[in-house]
């Protein structure tokens, strides 16, 4: 839990930066990653566009989709 406490002390930019980077590396859309991060696209897409915070359980998911280790 202490990675994602850093993960989420470095700001939202930041995660916002690395999905991103996921998505395009990959060709992948926000509706696609979603649904493999089990979290809800249109949330999602507003996390990305600033518009909204992650929940505790949105980041475990999202960590756990972009292949992040838990400590």
Not at 47 to 71: C, D, Y
């Amino acid at each position: 839990m202490l990675y994602k406490i850093a993960f989420i002390g470095r700001g939202y930019s930041r995660i916002r930066q690395n999905i991103e980077s996921y998505l395009r590396d990959r060709s992948w859309s926000i509706s696609q990653f979603a649904q493999i991060a089990g979290v809800n696209s249109g949330a999602l897409s507003r996390t990305l566009n600033g518009n909204k915070s992650l929940s505790m359980m949105e980041l475990n998911r999202i960590t756990a989709a972009l292949g992040l280790p838990e400590p």
